[in-house]
């Protein structure tokens, strides 16, 4: 019997460990697309209006990205930052 097993060709181990990269890879994903939505609602708000002020920065960073979606298409229509974050 050899010394060394491979930890992933356990009957138990190794699916909950195959699982838990999985679920890792896909939250990591998930925020990755947050990340992105966020600096390109920055970016745009920075090109239309000029510096965005820090406390639109925090306000912005805790949205989803679904809702990151929704201010990106309010920069574009909206004509001051104020009526963007209002």
């Given at each position: 019997m050899p010394l060394l097993n491979d930890i992933m060709d356990h009957?138990?181990?190794g699916p909950a460990i195959r699982r838990g990269r999985k679920e890792g890879r896909k939250e990591g994903r998930k925020e990755g697309r947050r990340e992105?939505?966020?600096r390109m609602v920055l970016r745009l708000m920075g090109e239309r209006f000029g510096p965005v002020p820090s406390a639109a920065k925090k306000r912005l960073a805790a949205l989803s990205e679904s809702q990151l979606e929704q201010?990106?298409?309010r920069v574009i229509r909206m004509r001051t930052i104020d009526e963007v974050l209002n």
């Open positions: 009957k138990v181990i992105a939505g966020l201010y990106a298409v």
